[in-house]
């Protein structure tokens, strides 16, 4: 049997491919090569690199007048990014005329001729393969194909094509698959083809999601695609994905409960079941089996299937069960490659099928929605949003430039203004109205919470970047004045620099300021941090200096004056940060320039341990930050190799969350490296490993054991537990500003992430409890009762000291998807200031004593 079935699947592979593809294809033009023609080898035979899939679009473009091939971008492993545009040649001639009507056709009534424009996208993640392969067989379809009812397609559309959204990450599950296929193929789920070595193929270069940053753009390849798409503003777009293997084939409409209910109705109401039923009929055409409904949520806006939505389009949701490589067992049959390939091809042209015929629908969507937001913005009593922080321009201007990456309107105050308890100044803060034509993305930014159907979460249940910056805002609900309108990529120039013979100051509330401290130290300069606040005269004005601001003394350097003027100069430069000289120690206020509060720091040698068990994306997080963002290098260690590293090359060591099944040999090694001086960091999981294999002393929050058990309907068990979990919610905290790991810090209330369960004791050392959760911690998102006492009043980040070493305790990840700006200051407080932050002696509570 077996051999039969390997039989079965080899022949599938060799077989024509156009009639397994196509078979109603009957008029292929001869002079198009067909993917299998050019390749060398049938599709499905083989996992297609990146390269090659580019050569295959760029010849198509230069044998056809039906295709035209754009490069967006590269990646960061300098993989080009394209998109296809495929329409007939007429429209060809005249395409900058077709883009400026389409585009003006959102908004007006009465253009109905104008050729539609759809996107069709593939492979975010990099090892759901099939979707790369469908868009070689679509763009040959619709290129070479001479039936009438593909002329009427390419008549009536632009019809844009990315054949890849992830180029890195595919060409890593490329290699893996094709290195490891045999012949005969393997369908055992247990082979190495099947079975990915950590991180696996489905991230980017730095281990991230790209289905999570079409709202954040973080990545070149977001950041690229964003732009290209609101070039366009394509009606439909498409998001192809691969699941379980043991799946069936997923088409919209999706779980109705878990729909955004901010995004007009008539999208979830008439347009994804008019849709469905379309893909219903291709997939019934050639017997493959599907689900709808169940599963997978439209709530969060940066998914590729989602983001559209919120600009009046309809994304849709392709996921195909995965074959994992060349062929794999399932509880049926083997699943081939072609035929999840096949899978992707129809749901592909039947998109492109409804969208033809549906056409008059999708105008009134985007006309319908525009025209809502306007109704909404209008009655909204919220008319605009203020925010800035006078202390950092850096994460202002992010924010600013997040803003002007989703074309929302910003405009910079020109007057000082107090809004609430807030005050902004002038230059450095800046207003969003509501009543502009991307309303719903100004809610999705400001808005922390939203009113859900549902509580069982896919993803996040909430995402407020404003609370991720941890900016000051206020909401403005009467009369305003707009400003001066930004209209284009913000990038501070810091003020000019004066030289000093003394001393230079850095304040650390600046998110560049550790960038700045890593390279001053990279220089050869010894830098100070301050454990107290001063008051300096620059110039004959007063300047207060917080917790955690950086001091530069000229004399006591190994670098002569003039040269440290010359590091001085490039670093503010390069940094985007003021640097300020003075001429004196003696302070106007608070401890002087010579005060022992003034403590060294010492050049962070960092490494963390990544390897199978470790979350990759959180490991990735740690990894872009310091590398994109400070250019500073962390070494990555392998757990398999962690026996044989001599740890002593690092100061400070990084444990994401994850599953740490060290052998005692290995956690003692960590033990020993700590207890000689080593700086722990830990995040979630890998805290409660750190407290587990008593590394420190610190107590756990447990979860609850009951006595009795409550008995529940079978049917019942996803819905229930499901509601238990923390999907991500946005909370607050306490933060002592006083503390290291609180430096740079202006206001103790700070947002913090939290998309996990571990929750962990305040210390009994009343000192060392660096941030602590509120009483009523919630600021937005989901979160079941059974959670809400564990959390509230817990901590969440803890020192404690173990030997000569210390050890910070998170319970929640400071980087999560690198736009919580507002925490990565903690995480990089705990790396570059860890090691020299003393933990207070703690004798307990002073006894009262009689007079």
Same mark, same amino acid.
């Given at each position: 049997?077996?051999?039969?079935?390997?039989?079965?699947?080899?022949?599938?592979?060799?077989?024509?491919?156009?009639?397994?593809?196509? /078979?109603?294809?009957?008029?292929?033009?001869?002079?198009?090569?067909? /993917?299998?023609?050019?390749?060398?080898?049938?599709?499905?035979?083989?996992? &297609?690199?990146?390269?090659?899939?580019?050569?295959?679009?760029?010849?198509?473009?230069?044998?056809?007048?039906?295709?035209?091939?754009?490069?967006?971008?590269?990646?960061?492993?300098?993989?080009?990014?394209?998109?296809?545009?495929?329409?007939?040649?007429?429209?060809?001639?005249?395409?900058?005329?077709?883009?400026?009507?389409?585009?003006?056709?959102?908004?007006?009534?009465?253009?109905?001729?104008?050729?539609?424009?759809?996107?069709? @996208?593939?492979?975010?993640? $990099?090892?759901?393969?099939?979707?790369?392969?469908?868009? +070689?067989?679509?763009?040959?379809?619709?290129?070479?194909?001479?039936?009438?009812?593909?002329?009427?397609? *390419?008549?009536?559309?632009?019809?844009?094509?990315?054949?890849?959204?992830?180029?890195?990450?595919?060409?890593?599950?490329?290699?893996? #698959?094709?290195?490891?296929?045999?012949? /005969?193929?393997?369908?055992?789920?247990?082979?190495?083809?099947?079975?990915?070595?950590?991180?696996?193929?489905?991230?980017?270069?730095?281990?991230?999601?790209?289905?999570?940053?079409?709202?954040?753009?973080?990545?070149?390849?977001?950041?690229?695609?964003?732009?290209?798409?609101?070039?366009?503003?394509p009606y439909v777009m498409t998001d192809h994905h691969e699941m379980g293997t043991n799946s069936t084939f997923y088409f919209d409409p999706g779980k109705n409960s878990s729909n955004n209910p901010?995004?007009?109705?008539?999208?979830?109401?008439?347009?994804? %079941?008019?849709?469905?039923?379309?893909?219903?009929?291709?997939?019934?055409?050639?017997?493959?089996?599907?689900?709808?409904?169940?599963?997978?949520?439209?709530?969060?806006?940066?998914? @590729?299937?989602?983001?559209?939505?919120?600009?009046?389009?309809?994304?849709?949701?392709?996921?195909?069960?995965?074959?994992?490589?060349?062929?794999?067992?399932?509880?049926?049959? %083997?699943? &081939?490659? $072609?035929?999840?390939?096949?899978?992707?091809?129809?749901?592909?042209?039947?998109?492109?099928? #409804?969208?033809?015929?549906?056409?008059?629908?999708?105008?009134?969507?985007?006309?319908?929605?525009?025209?809502?937001?306007?109704?909404?913005? =209008?009655?909204?009593?919220?008319? !605009?949003?203020?925010?800035?922080?006078?202390?950092?321009?850096?994460?202002?201007?992010?924010?600013?430039?997040?803003?002007?990456?989703?074309?929302?309107?910003?405009?910079?105050?020109?007057?000082?203004?107090?809004?609430?308890?807030?005050?902004?100044?002038?230059?450095?803060?800046?207003?969003?109205?509501?009543?502009?034509?991307?309303?719903?993305?100004?809610?999705? *930014?400001?808005?922390?919470?939203?009113?859900? !159907?549902?509580?069982?979460?896919?993803?996040?249940?909430?995402?407020?970047?404003?609370?991720?910056?941890?900016?000051?805002?206020?909401?403005?609900?009467?009369?305003?004045?707009?400003?001066?309108?930004?209209?284009?990529?913000?990038?501070?120039?810091?003020?000019?620099?004066?030289?000093?013979?003394?001393?230079?100051?850095?304040?650390?509330?600046?998110?560049?300021?550790?960038? !700045? +401290?890593?390279?001053?130290?990279?220089?050869?300069?010894?830098?100070?941090?301050?454990?107290k606040p001063f008051t300096v005269a620059i110039n004959g004005v007063n300047k207060n200096f917080g917790y955690g601001s950086l001091l530069v003394s000229v004399q006591n350097q190994t670098l002569?004056?003039?040269?440290?003027?010359?590091?001085?100069?490039?670093?503010?430069?390069?940094?985007?940060?003021?640097?300020?000289?003075?001429?004196?120690?003696?302070?106007?206020?608070?401890?002087?320039?010579?005060?022992?509060?003034?403590?060294?720091? =010492?050049?962070?040698?960092?490494?963390?341990?990544? $390897?199978?068990?470790?979350?990759?994306?959180?490991?990735?997080?740690?990894?872009?930050?310091?590398?994109?963002?400070?250019?500073?290098?962390?070494?990555?260690?392998?757990?398999?190799?962690?026996?044989?590293?001599?740890?002593?090359?690092?100061?400070?060591?990084?444990?994401?969350?994850?599953?740490?099944?060290?052998?005692?040999?290995?956690?003692?090694?960590?033990?020993?490296?700590?207890?000689?001086?080593?700086?722990?960091?830990?995040?979630?999981?890998?805290?409660?490993?750190?407290?587990?294999?008593?590394?420190?002393?610190?107590?756990?929050?447990?979860?609850?054991?009951?006595?009795?058990?409550?008995?529940?309907?079978?049917?019942?068990?996803?819905?229930?537990?499901?509601?238990?979990?923390?999907? $991500?919610?946005?909370?607050?905290?306490?933060?002592?500003?006083?503390?290291?790991?609180?430096?740079?810090?202006?206001?103790?209330?700070?947002?913090?992430?939290?998309?996990?369960?571990?929750?962990?004791?305040?210390?009994?050392?009343?000192?060392?409890?660096?941030?602590?959760?509120? #009483?009523?911690?919630?600021?937005?998102?989901?979160?079941?009762?059974?959670?809400?006492?564990?959390?509230?009043?817990?901590? !969440?980040?803890?020192?404690?000291?173990?030997?000569?070493?210390?050890?910070?305790?998170?319970?929640?990840?400071?980087?999560?998807?690198?736009?919580?700006?507002?925490?990565?200051? *903690?995480?990089?407080?705990?790396?570059?200031?860890?090691?020299?932050?003393?933990?207070?002696?703690?004798?307990?509570?002073?006894?009262?004593?009689?007079?």
């Amino acid at each position: 049997m077996r051999a039969l079935l390997l039989l079965l699947i080899t022949t599938q592979l060799c077989f024509a491919q156009a009639n397994y593809y196509y /078979p109603g294809a009957k008029q292929l033009n001869p002079n198009i090569p067909s /993917p299998e023609q050019f390749l060398g080898y049938p599709i499905g035979s083989h996992h &297609t690199r990146h390269d090659k899939v580019i050569e295959y679009f760029k010849e198509l473009d230069r044998l056809s007048d039906r295709i035209s091939v754009e490069e967006i971008g590269y990646t960061y492993e300098n993989r080009v990014q394209i998109t296809a545009k495929i329409t007939s040649p007429e429209n060809h001639t005249r395409l900058e005329e077709i883009r400026q009507k389409h585009l003006a056709r959102a908004t007006a009534d009465g253009d109905n001729t104008t050729p539609l424009v759809i996107q069709l @996208g593939f492979n975010v993640h $990099g090892n759901e393969p099939s979707g790369t392969e469908a868009a +070689l067989l679509t763009a040959y379809y619709l290129v070479a194909n001479e039936d009438d009812e593909t002329k009427k397609w *390419l008549s009536n559309m632009v019809i844009l094509l990315d054949p890849v959204y992830n180029p890195d990450g595919r060409d890593r599950h490329t290699h893996w #698959a094709n290195m490891h296929k045999a012949s /005969p193929v393997v369908t055992d789920n247990n082979d190495r083809e099947h079975n990915e070595v950590w991180p696996g193929g489905r991230t980017n270069h730095y281990w991230f999601d790209l289905n999570r940053d079409w709202f954040l753009g973080i990545h070149p390849e977001s950041k690229n695609r964003l732009a290209f798409f609101h070039k366009w503003r394509p009606y439909v777009m498409t998001d192809h994905h691969e699941m379980g293997t043991n799946s069936t084939f997923y088409f919209d409409p999706g779980k109705n409960s878990s729909n955004n209910p901010i995004v007009p109705a008539y999208l979830y109401d008439v347009v994804y %079941p008019t849709y469905g039923k379309y893909f219903a009929s291709a997939m019934n055409s050639i017997g493959s089996m599907y689900f709808t409904k169940e599963a997978f949520d439209k709530l969060y806006p940066g998914y @590729g299937s989602s983001y559209v939505n919120f600009y009046g389009g309809a994304g849709f949701l392709f996921e195909q069960a995965s074959s994992r490589g060349h062929a794999q067992e399932t509880t049926t049959i %083997p699943l &081939t490659f $072609g035929f999840t390939i096949r899978n992707q091809l129809v749901a592909s042209l039947a998109t492109v099928r #409804a969208s033809s015929a549906e056409r008059d629908m999708l105008y009134k969507l985007r006309r319908d929605f525009y025209k809502s937001m306007a109704t909404q913005a =209008k009655a909204n009593p919220v008319k !605009a949003y203020v925010f800035g922080d006078a202390k950092d321009i850096t994460r202002t201007q992010a924010f600013v430039n997040l803003a002007l990456l989703h074309q929302v309107e910003v405009y910079e105050i020109t007057d000082n203004l107090n809004v609430g308890n807030t005050k902004f100044e002038k230059g450095k803060a800046y207003l969003i109205p509501t009543e502009q034509p991307n309303y719903l993305m100004v809610r999705s *930014l400001f808005e922390k919470q939203i009113t859900y !159907a549902d509580s069982i979460f896919y993803d996040a249940s909430t995402w407020s970047v404003i609370h991720g910056f941890n900016l000051p805002h206020e909401e403005i609900r009467g009369a305003f004045t707009k400003g001066t309108k930004i209209n284009a990529t913000l990038n501070y120039t810091p003020t000019t620099q004066q030289r000093s013979e003394y001393a230079y100051i850095i304040e650390l509330s600046d998110y560049n300021a550790h960038k !700045a +401290l890593w390279h001053l130290q990279q220089k050869g300069l010894m830098v100070k941090t301050a454990f107290k606040p001063f008051t300096v005269a620059i110039n004959g004005v007063n300047k207060n200096f917080g917790y955690g601001s950086l001091l530069v003394s000229v004399q006591n350097q190994t670098l002569s004056s003039d040269k440290t003027w010359e590091a001085i100069q490039e670093v503010s430069k390069q940094c985007a940060i003021d640097i300020h000289a003075v001429n004196t120690g003696y302070n106007v206020a608070g401890i002087d320039l010579g005060s022992n509060n003034f403590q060294t720091t =010492k050049p962070t040698k960092a490494a963390m341990l990544v $390897g199978q068990g470790v979350n990759g994306y959180e490991a990735g997080e740690v990894w872009h930050l310091l590398d994109q963002r400070l250019q500073m290098p962390i070494t990555k260690i392998d757990m398999i190799n962690l026996s044989r590293v001599d740890l002593n090359k690092y100061n400070v060591m990084v444990l994401v969350s994850g599953n740490y099944s060290l052998d005692k040999a290995s956690t003692d090694k960590i033990k020993n490296w700590v207890q000689n001086g080593g700086t722990l960091i830990t995040f979630k999981t890998a805290t409660e490993w750190a407290i587990k294999q008593n590394i420190i002393k610190e107590k756990l929050i447990n979860q609850d054991t009951t006595k009795t058990t409550r008995r529940f309907n079978f049917g019942d068990a996803t819905d229930i537990e499901g509601a238990r979990q923390l999907g $991500g919610s946005i909370f607050q905290v306490d933060l002592d500003i006083t503390h290291p790991i609180g430096f740079g810090f202006n206001n103790r209330k700070v947002s913090i992430y939290r998309n996990g369960r571990t929750y962990l004791q305040p210390s009994k050392n009343p000192y060392t409890t660096v941030a602590q959760y509120t #009483a009523k911690p919630l600021i937005g998102g989901y979160l079941h009762k059974s959670q809400t006492n564990k959390i509230a009043n817990s901590a !969440a980040i803890v020192t404690s000291s173990a030997g000569a070493g210390r050890v910070i305790l998170f319970t929640d990840n400071p980087n999560f998807r690198a736009y919580w700006y507002g925490t990565n200051k *903690l995480f990089l407080n705990a790396l570059f200031f860890g090691s020299i932050t003393p933990v207070p002696a703690y004798e307990g509570e002073e006894k009262e004593t009689e007079d």
